[in-house]
């Protein structure tokens, strides 16, 4: 009874409606999106904030907006979707097994499969945060969930760890709704999250930011009644002395996310340490041939907007591999030199690029006045200046085909330098 | 009035609930908490222990080895997760391999079946992940892992089922010997018993000290855990224990039942009530698992937790009728104390009746339980059970599988849950990796559906442990 699928794409977000799209558009057939929520979205249905589509659309939608307009492409294309529907299992000879309450429980065949399940956040357990074990802790996240989707407000004064975009966000949203914020602690001596958001979230607010700093105890019976933060040395360990104590009965955490693989991992597709996601080639392809990924699943986006440009990519080869099977040729890899924390994709097929390829890369530090080098057999074949690089900011650089030619043992190396050691 | 009283909703007075529910006997347990297994019973290494660590004649030696054999069969006909998976306590040097020739010859004389010492190449071929510095290691096969919550839970809800009375929320603040019995004075309405039982766990003094002169005291030890994600869950096959020595009893690594991997605990002084983790405890069991284990990614943690032993001036536990006829108590219940519960039940139900309780069995009695874990059945079992039942095609918790089925079913049975945590305990729900980030707020929803209360009423765990202060400007679904 197995219906075969030209594209099945696992995940309803911003990723995975741009991937069914563009794999329609391009010529699939028969596509399908398996969501495991009530509707398609994905996380965007719970950012009711402005600040979505700057790039894409060249205007400011909300999360619920910027979705909207692909939600709505979907009409006319005859792109089958599931809602409610919980994939278990991808099979590396693409057997996805997903269940929901009307058609039971299905094993569905893809030529391709385009993985787009997104990512989670870290949570308090993940970095062993010392202390009681109340309630009124949450991923700022889980706490946005029950703001913006279920209308209930979670704490009355409230600390938050960590400066990544969602924390920083959720610091202004529970102000408006009339909580008291105390303050941001950032473990790190910089931010993680984007500056604007920096500004318009807390300075605006006059909410103060505590970097190098981190929570070394919470205290509660029943509810948080205590937080004590203190300052960190170089390492990040703790400065005894230095101990502040908040009167507050929530804290939130904005700890960094997590790219939730674990259907991946079941199948056996190669993951990339530092991303916590696939491998993959130029067009999206993880090591399993046939199976893509792009999205947050892949690595963690600062911006909707290049989720749903890689994703694109993502769903075009995931079409043409449906049509015309396996991309074959050389490889060269992308290796991360210094300063670098990883590079998307970490492998490119020369043979399939057109004209370029687009390197996604994070910085490990802040830093200003530096040059991006690639190079290969310790030639630097192409530069770019940079003013100022930071962790919390993706960067993206263009690597033309024309250069393929001077790539020395097939390795490329992507490395960041201060102007004055630049060759 | 009813026959028997008991005092602490603990795997001991849930065990002890269990075993009475047989008989034709009124009894009823008192516990201060919203519900069962919220004590000491859920916070614990949840290790089915041999029964070679206690010294013979003692009666943690005797119940350790009795109660090893009972959880068995309980498991199975309770249906609660269990696995013998069995043990090893690993030496490292000459004096350790001393120890476990010792742990050997004490196991023995206890009765525990099985045990062997084991060469170097014997442990590294059942556990390539363990340090290369052992020397050689006991190995008990009897050892097991269950889940301790659910062994209180499964023979409180059995017991209840078969009519014995459960009273949730209710404190014991006293008690007055009456003619014919007892008066317990309460948080609520007093109640009257014939036969009371002290099950209190760490609080078993204080509850004595109402009756009976005062002749030991709780000094609670406080111990620390990491508890890691599944992607950790396979480091080790078997419960790894270290050789007890000054610094304590060591620090185990070992697979859950659930499929995590727990590393703990530390051993420290704590207050009653302090449940609270610190840097320092915790940097501890990681730097003792290490020696044991070396590779265990922290990374992986997922949650850190502590529980409280009852320990008392008394190295045993402390079992019987005291100084005030028609009083028993179960007290002094540290390690091992869970394998230990339902062999202490057994015991105690003997003495009630040499103490006078007239025991006749029901004729009706029904300890049958089944509980459906989707994420254990086949894809055709799966297929029939959504069939059957759409929300059972309905995933709540996406880290653990677990469908609104299941947690349905367990607000519908004996003793139902009435927070997230409750739920928990009996589904699994919010254990995995995302600790019920996005579940959370969908199994309070449930709750409150299924059990006709307000969402905002719904607490985490126990009473006070709301999550909910208010709406929002718009409130409701935007
Ligand atoms: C709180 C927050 C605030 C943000 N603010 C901004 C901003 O202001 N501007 C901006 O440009 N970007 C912002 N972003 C980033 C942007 O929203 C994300 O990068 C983007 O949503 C990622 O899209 P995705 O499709 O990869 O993942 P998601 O949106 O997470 O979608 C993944 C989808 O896959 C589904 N899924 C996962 N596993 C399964 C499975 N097994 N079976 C079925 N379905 C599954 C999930 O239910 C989900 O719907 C923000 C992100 C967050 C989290
Ligand atoms: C760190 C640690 C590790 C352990 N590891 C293991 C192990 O691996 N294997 C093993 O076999 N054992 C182990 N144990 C021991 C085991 O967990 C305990 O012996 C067992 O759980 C004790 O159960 P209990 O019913 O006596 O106490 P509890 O579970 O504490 O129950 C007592 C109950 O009494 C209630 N109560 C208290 N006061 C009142 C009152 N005034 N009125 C009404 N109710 C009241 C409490 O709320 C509580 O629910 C461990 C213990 C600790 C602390």
New interface residues.
Partial sequence: METLYDVIVVGGGPAGLAAALEANKSGAQKVLILERNRELGGILNQCIHNGFGLHYFKEELTGPEYAGRFIEQLKDTGIEVMLDTMVLEVSPDKTVHAMNSQNGYMQLKGKAIVLNMGCRERTRGAIAIPGDRPAGIFTAGAAQLYMNVEGYMVGKRVLILGSGDIGLIMARRMTLEGAKVLGCVELMPYSNGLNRNIVQCLNDYDIPLYLSHTITDIRGDKRVEQVVVSKVDENRRPIPGTEMVFDCDTVLLSVGLIPENELSRQSGIEIDRRTNGPVVYENMETSIPGIFASGNVVHVHDLVDFVTAESQRAGKAAALYAQNGEAQGDIFTLENGSCVNYTVPQKVRPSNVEKFVEIFFRVNFVYSNVVIQVSSGGEVLCSFKREHMAPGEMEKIVFPKALFSKIRDGKVTVSVVKEADAK | MVDVAIIGGGVCGCSLLYELSRYDVDVVLLEKENDVSVGTTKANSAIVHAGYDPEPGTKMARYNVEGNAIIKELCGKLDIPYKQIGSLVLAFDEEQEELVKELFRRGTENGVPGLRILTAEEVFSMEPNVSREVKSALYAPSAGIISPWELAIAQAETAVKNGAKMLLNTEVTGIRKTDGGFSIETNGEPIEARYVVNAAGVNCDLINDMLCPHTFTVTPGKGQY??LDK?QGELVNHVIFQCPSKLGKGVLVSPTVHGNLIVGPNAEPAER?D?????E??DFVKKMAAISVPNIN??D?????SGLRANTEIDDFIIGETEVKGFFRIAGIKSPGLTSAPAIARDMVKMLEAGGLSLTEKTDFDDSRKVLRFKHLS?AE??EA??KN??Y???IC?CE?ITEGEIVDALHRPLPPCSIDGVKRRCGSGMG???G??C??RVQ?IISRELHVP??SV????????????????????
């Fill in positions: 990491y508890l992607s009530g449940l609270g983790t610190t840097a405890g915790m922290y990374r943690s997922i949650r850190n937790f894809h799966r297929a959504i069939r759409p929300l095609g309905k995933i996406r599988t990796r995302c600790q980030g996005f959370g707020p929803e969402q905002a607490m985490q765990d126990r009473e006070g442990m709301y999550i909910i202060t208010g709406e929002t400007k718009t409130g409701g679904r935007q």
